[in-house]
């Protein structure tokens, strides 16, 4: 009997001295970890939306190639992030200020989340084959690659607002329009906008992220030599 | 008159309607937008290709539409980008944006519309060369190299992030016309190496969007690379040193090692590998010597036995040039060889034709050689004894002594051999034989019989080949004959008897010694103990060898010797002769011996001199 109570004693004492302590995730800097400065975060997201931009871009022009040997007009249609105000050149874009620089890209990221995964699935089901084998993988990278941005952008406005750079402000676009994606977008609207123009919008909406980026990071990083 | 003022009118309207064609003025034809640029990102032009004006003075006009926007808006600036163009300031651009825009040419005549262009300015971007290119030689460790510098075209925004550029640098020598390109990505700034010493080099860079038209070449920049050959030279001088030094190295390995390569590349001739063979005493010419260099001490081995019986073999070549049955130069190949042109002893024979060869071995040979020679007669004989003898040889192969290899010498087709088949049949049989020695068993009579030489080797030819000849040696001596001339030095301390064994296809005759026959059955009180030599008496009728003893001439042998059948008295006595007839030659028996005809000066069979003798 005091054979068992001493070996119980030893094995709770040995579980408590042994128990794993999970290391807290780092993003506040807690020592013994090494935290991604500012400007790598900066780095890393702007290599994504490059990303992002290059590979729907070459969708795109795949699916000139193959449906539209012309060129194609544009047509009638809005993008369905048309009301998603955003800044049409440099001087608006600068005047905008960080804070809602930010929040038009988070929009913008946010609307696209869900019309991009729509497009991959509709993508795998078409009949075309032989193009859509390829498209549809590319589809689905740049619908990962949306994911991961959003939450890129996420860390850095937190880490920015840490370090002070960031204040709370009076978002650009009304409140309105800071509603959630599905409402620019409601599920079936694909069937009304084909695969061309989604590709067409999502292209272009790619670029103003990409853009925004950098032009967050000059502002904010001015030393790192934009 | 009325009439005649209006047919007037007429005519003259004709006329200024004709006249009117005839200059054919049109409406103007349709212009064509050819591109639009942005250099910044911030502004773009449009420029248009006129179509003919047809004739007339004609404007151009450009309307463009923004997106999703139903209003209609002309080119705000026809003039600051030259003829046919349209500039937009920053005002009138808007980024993301998609124009949709049309020239149209009027003229009194009509209008023309050009094909509409949608385009988004930011894929039409097409910035201004890099400006302030700097080149200047810097130096790494001794060697030099380039450093090239440039800055962002003024235009382009780069600071603000609102644009950013990519760089592509080229650079060549003067003399030469192919660039090397260089890709520079966002840095400014670029390092060169692998510079020729003394040359004057160009350098160019333009840049370019992400996603947009690769701009102009800047402007030329000249440098010049100074000379550092001295250092180029000393590499040189080391190079060539250290060469020097593994070539030394490698000379003297070679000298090291001259003889092993000329053995490599010039082996050496293999010399003759006989025992007792001595060049030198050849070249001296004394055959004596020579040949009693070549005998062995103690060879053939035998095994310690009672019955002495060491063999002695004697044995002919049958040499086809000389008649002579001395020895010869034939035995300067220290071996037991003809001297047939066409047989070079042992080197390269079959194993039939070797001159070392068991007897045993060849029988299903010389069996086959056999039935393509004449001489039936003779194979019947042979085979008799064959047959009969077949019991006795297994039982003295397994004697104690030591056999030799039985030689024989089927003496191969002479092909040149100017003599009929029949007589080279008979060369062919005339080979040396050699003796195999045995241990006799006691034997039966008929074994005893058999044991004789039966052998007959004569075949149809009656003449005898003048340019046989026989010859014998002999490796042991055992009589006093192989003492004097012996050419291969005979010397042995004990004599013995031979008695034919049997005679085998290729007509070699199987000598064994019968004296420890004689010992064992005791018939033979009157041979001595290895003192007597046999010589060839003669062949009888029957074509059997008859051997007597030297010296006598005369009949010796015991009752056991005697043949079976008996019909003379010529003995059979044991007689170390072997002998190879040469092929036309029949020995009879009923000759006596005479001196001319059986001896020769060593005592051996002249059959040469046989000429008298009655065929077969």
Known sequence: ?226 | MMKNVMEVLFLLMLLFTVHAKEKSYNPPEKPALTRCRSPEKETFTCWWEPGSDGGLPTTYALYYRKENSETVYECPDYHTAGENSCFFNKNDTSIWVNYNISVVAANALGRAFSDPVDIDVVYIVKPNPPEKLKVAVMEDKGWPFLRVSWEPPHKADTRSGWITLIYELRVRLEEEDDWEMHLAGQQKMFNIFSLRSGGKYLVEVRCKPDHGFWSEWSSTSYINVPDYFPREKSMWILVAAFSAFIFLILTWLLHMNTHRLKHCILPPVPGPKIKGFDKQLLKNGKSDEFFSALVVPNFPEASPSKYEDMLVVEFFEVKEQELMLEESNDLLDGGLKYESSRSDSDSGRGSCDSHTLLLDKCREAKEERQTNRDGSLIEKQIRQKDRKEEAISPDISSGRVKTWPSLYSPLPQYGSNPLDKQSSLEMAKQHSLSISSFLTQPGTKDALGLSYMDFCLSNKQNHVHPQTQVQTRSNVNISNIGHKHAPAGLHSPTTQYVEVQRVNKEDMVLLQPVLSRCGLIEDCPHLPKGEDYSKVKGVDYDNRLLLQREGTGEDMCSGMDQETNGERGNCYTTSTVSIMQKPTACIYTVMPIQEGMALTLNGYVDTANMGNLPSC
């Not at chain 1, 689905?140 to 607002?161: A, C, F, P």
């Not at chain 1, 069937?191 to 990071?217: A, E, Q, T, W």
Request: net charge negative.
């Open chain 1, 1 to 226: 009997m005091k054979k068992v109570l001493f070996a119980a004693l030893c094995l709770v004492y040995l579980e408590l001295s042994m128990r794993v302590v999970s290391a807290p995730i780092c993003s506040y800097g807690q020592a013994g970890c090494h935290v991604p400065s500012l400007a790598d975060l900066f780095e890393r997201v702007i290599q994504q939306s490059s990303r992002m931009h290059s590979v729907s871009s070459d969708l795109h022009s795949e699916f000139e190639q193959y449906f539209f040997p012309s060129k194609n007009i544009m047509g009638k249609r809005k993008c369905h992030t048309y009301d998603i105000l955003t800044p049409q050149d440099k001087e608006n874009a600068q005047r905008l200020g960080r804070e809602q620089l930010t929040e038009v890209i988070v929009t913008l990221l946010r609307a696209w989340g869900e019309p991009l995964s729509e497009l991959h699935q509709s993508m795998s089901q078409d009949q075309h084959q032989d193009f859509n084998i390829y498209s549809s993988n590319k589809a689905l990278e740049i619908s990962d690659i949306v994911h991961e941005l959003k939450d890129g952008v996420k860390i850095i406005t937190d880490k920015m607002r840490l370090m002070g750079v960031l204040s709370n402000t009076v978002g650009y676009n009304s409140p309105e329009s800071l509603v959630p994606s599905s409402a620019f977008y409601t599920q079936g609207d694909l069937d009304s906008m084909d695969h061309h123009d989604l590709l067409y919008c999502f292209r272009r909406d790619s670029n103003k992220v990409k853009n925004y980026l950098r032009v967050l990071k000059c502002t904010t990083l001015p030393e790192l030599g934009c």
